[in-house]
């Protein structure tokens, strides 16, 4: 059984900062008891991750993140930056792009809102399986290292990532594996 919230009702608001990846609006909303609030709101586009899989590993990439001052082992993602793609096509551009790789399966694995309490962004998590490699050349200017991580270890990958896309679906494949 799921619940049924009141809609809460936006009243519009104003746009303080905006950047090419995402914006920083002050809104107000009104709650169904009548109360009216103001948030900070950052409106950022959604994101696709794929858990990349075959028989012996998964495929991970570590990148610097300069917002965190560190690199960090993450599964293969990016925005959905590329007008009326799908989040299973930027998915599945995002593969050949990060690690070159193609997938013959893939399902969608999970959805989630990344930070609830001040974003709208919205990550898709999708599985791929049935792995070849293409010849998709890598966006110039990235920083990406292709890692190859033992599905026997996946605990370590679990214990060596701070990413929240990639806990979740690495937690994901630990429950199916």
Same mark, same amino acid.
């Given at each position: 059984m799921t619940r049924q919230d009141p809609p809460i009702e936006p009243l519009g608001g104003e746009t303080a900062w905006e950047g090419t990846t995402f914006s920083v609006?002050?809104?107000?909303?009104?709650?169904?008891?009548g109360e009216e609030v103001e948030r900070e709101v950052v409106r950022r586009m959604p994101a696709a991750a794929i858990v990349a899989y075959d028989d012996e590993h998964v495929w991970l990439v570590r990148q610097p993140r300069e917002a965190i001052l560190? #690199? /960090?082992? &993450? @599964?293969?993602?990016?925005?959905l930056d590329v007008e009326g793609e799908s989040p299973l096509q930027t998915a599945q551009r995002e593969l050949a792009e990060e690690i070159g790789r193609e997938a013959e399966h893939w399902?969608?694995?999970?959805?989630?809102?990344?930070?609830?309490? #001040? /974003?709208? &962004? @919205?990550?898709?998590?999708?599985?791929?399986?049935?792995?070849?490699?293409?010849?998709?050349?890598?966006d110039p200017g990235e920083r990406i290292?292709?890692?190859?991580?033992?599905?026997?270890?996946?605990?370590?990958?679990?214990?060596?990532t701070n990413d929240a896309k990639t806990v979740?679906?690495?937690q994901w494949l630990r429950g199916v594996l």
């Open positions: 609006r002050v809104e107000r909303f009104r709650h169904p008891d560190q #690199y /960090t082992l &993450e @599964l293969p993602a990016g925005k399902v969608l694995v999970r959805s989630y809102y990344a930070s609830s309490g #001040y /974003t709208d &962004e @919205l990550v898709h998590v999708f599985a791929a399986t049935g792995l070849r490699p293409n010849d998709a050349k890598p290292e292709v890692v190859r991580w033992p599905l026997a270890d996946l605990d370590a990958a679990l214990a060596a979740v679906g690495l």
